[in-house]
């Protein structure tokens, strides 16, 4: 037996609210649930899903502002007509999270533009051949577009920059870059997909990336670092001026 036969992918973990709204939308998709039915209880929830109410309060709060359930005070959350539903809305929560996202680019600019100067100078031929494949991976999934591959065009780009950084030969760069990292995919994947899915597909994205792999490739670090940081700050700036952010 093959050694890639002996294990399986781990699925990433989800938050608790999340893993209860998708519930509740899967039963809603099944038929078992209707618009007009009432929910359950915010007791009654938290005793089948074992979680605490203030789990199942944030997952009927995100429910409601994707439109799925409406909240009617004294009475219960209710399951929405999906003819009356928005395509797109965020929770205050959601805004939180794209405030931080903004300040981890505000810190991953420098770090990324000084990382991608070094990889110009540092990098091998074989860490170069990794960098362009993980970078066509890139084209591969934005084409298909954030219906059908949002989550692997996300992390095609994380690991793009995550192997320029290793590329760059300074520890500290990796491991900066890893704290990054970990803080969007353990705390803040689900607001950083919604910004990727708004406003980081399409050419004109994919060529801020390009720059900066076509820099590295010539072994140019002033290009790099320029590329690297003009790559991020327009990311923080796009997600600064949308509408929907606060």
Same mark, same amino acid.
């Given at each position: /037996?093959?050694?890639?036969?002996?294990?399986?992918?781990?699925?990433?973990p989800?938050?608790?609210p999340?893993?209860?709204?998708?519930a509740?939308n899967?039963?809603?998709?099944?038929? $078992?649930?209707? *618009?007009g039915?009432?929910? *359950? =209880?915010? #007791?009654? !929830?938290?005793?089948?899903f074992? %979680?605490?109410?203030?789990? %199942?309060?944030?997952?009927?709060?995100?429910?409601?502002?994707?439109g799925?359930v409406?909240?009617?005070r004294g %009475?219960?959350?209710?399951?929405?007509? =999906?003819g =009356?539903?928005? &395509?797109?809305?965020?929770? *205050?929560?959601c805004?939180?999270?794209r405030?931080q996202?903004?300040q981890?680019?505000q810190?991953?600019t420098?770090?990324?533009a000084?990382?991608?100067a070094l990889?110009?100078?540092?990098?091998?031929?074989?860490?170069?051949e990794?960098?362009?494949?993980?970078?066509?991976? /890139?084209?591969?999934t934005d084409?298909?577009?954030?219906? $059908? &591959? !949002?989550e692997?065009?996300?992390? #095609?780009?994380?690991?793009?920059?995550?192997?320029?950084?290793e &590329?760059?030969? @300074?520890e500290?760069?990796v491991?900066v870059?890893? /704290?990054?990292?970990?803080?969007i995919?353990? @705390?803040?994947?689900?607001?950083?997909?919604?910004?990727a899915?708004?406003?980081?597909?399409? *050419?004109?994205?994919?060529?801020?990336?390009?720059?900066?792999?076509?820099?590295?490739k010539?072994g140019?670090a002033?290009? #790099?670092?320029?590329?690297?940081?003009s790559?991020f700050?327009?990311?923080?700036?796009?997600?600064?001026?949308r509408e929907?952010?606060a």
């Open positions: /037996m093959s050694k890639t036969a002996l294990f399986e992918t781990i699925d990433r989800r938050r608790l999340d893993e209860v709204a998708a509740i899967a039963a809603i998709e099944s038929g $078992k649930l209707r *618009p039915d009432r929910l *359950p =209880t915010e #007791a009654a !929830l938290s005793e089948t074992g %979680v605490a109410r203030t789990v %199942v309060r944030e997952a009927i709060s995100l429910l409601r502002y994707d799925v409406d909240s009617r %009475v219960g959350a209710f399951i929405t007509d =999906t =009356t539903r928005s &395509a797109f809305r965020i929770s *205050p929560s805004f939180e999270k405030k996202i903004i981890l680019l810190l991953r420098g770090v990324q000084g990382a991608s990889a110009a100078e540092n990098r091998s031929d074989a860490q170069l990794e960098i362009t494949a993980q970078f066509s991976e /890139m084209e591969r084409a298909l577009g954030p219906d $059908k &591959a !949002l692997a065009r996300v992390d #095609a780009e994380l690991l793009f920059y995550r192997k320029i950084t &590329a760059s030969a @300074n500290y760069y491991e870059t890893g /704290m990054i990292e970990k803080n995919q353990e @705390n803040l994947r689900s607001a950083f997909l919604k910004n899915a708004a406003s980081e597909f399409g *050419p004109h994205i994919l060529d801020e990336h390009r720059a900066v792999l076509e820099a590295i010539n140019d002033e290009k #790099a670092r320029q590329a690297a940081r790559r700050e327009r990311a923080a700036e796009r997600l600064a001026a929907d952010f």
